[in-house]
Structure formats: C-alpha cells, structure tokens
Nanobody, 119 residues
Framework: QMQLVESGGGLVQAGGSLRLSCVAS????????MGWYRQAPGKQRELVAS???????YYADSVKGRFTISRDNAKNTVYLQMNSLKSEETAVYFC?????????????WGQGTQVTVSS
C-alpha cells in the first residue's frame, strides 16, 4: 500500500555534498521510523542512518560527523544530508519506512537512488 519516492542522488566529487529525500505516500497509518541504507556492488546492504518518530537517531560509525538524518513527520518525509563524501561511499541508497499496523510492523523500501562519488 505504501510507496516511497526518493530523490537527490547523482554524481558528486569526493569531498562534496548531496541531500537525499524520501517521501512516503499511500495508505499510511503510523510510521515508527525511517532510515537510509546503502549497497555497493558485491557488498551487503548496510544501515547508514535512521530516525524514529520520537526523534532518536542512529548513525553508522563510518558516517558519524558527516551525515545528518532528519524527518518531517507531517510530510512523511526523511532527508539525509551527506557531507564530505568519499569515493568508497558510492552505492545505491535505499529509503526505508517501518510502519506500525494493528497487528504487525511492516518495512517498506524505496526503489533506490544511485550515488556516485568520483575521486
């Protein structure tokens, strides 16, 4: 029922910045948390950052101090500000939303947006 639409990916030079956006739409009940994952070719998908409806945040050690996740609950939108990007952070970045229904929590995923950091 829910759809996640991402934007903001693209090509950036090492040391540059990008801001990713993800908007949730559809049959929305209650989003407990939203987050960003990334997956480089040949590597497993990893959690980059997440934020709960209450504002608690999590960051992977590799991005602490450089990335900032934020959320606009009224718009069901999550952002990821990425600064000082490194070439090794080239990956497909996926938006995730954890939605609380009556009997279960369901995770929804966006289509992924390519971030390419050139050296």
């Amino acid at each position: 029922q829910m759809q996640l639409v991402e934007s903001g990916g693209g090509l950036v030079q090492a040391g540059g910045s990008l801001r990713l956006s993800c908007v949730a739409s559809g049959s929305i009940f209650s989003i407990n948390a939203m987050g960003w994952y990334r997956q480089a070719p040949g590597k497993q998908r990893e959690l980059v950052a997440s934020i709960t409806s209450g504002g608690s945040t999590y960051y992977a050690d590799s991005v602490k101090g450089r990335f900032t996740i934020s959320r606009d609950n009224a718009k069901n939108t999550v952002y990821l500000q990425m600064n000082s990007l490194k070439s090794e952070e080239t990956a497909v970045y996926f938006c995730n939303a954890a939605v609380q229904y009556t009997l279960r929590t369901v995770n929804y995923w966006g289509q992924g947006t390519q971030v390419t950091v050139s050296s």
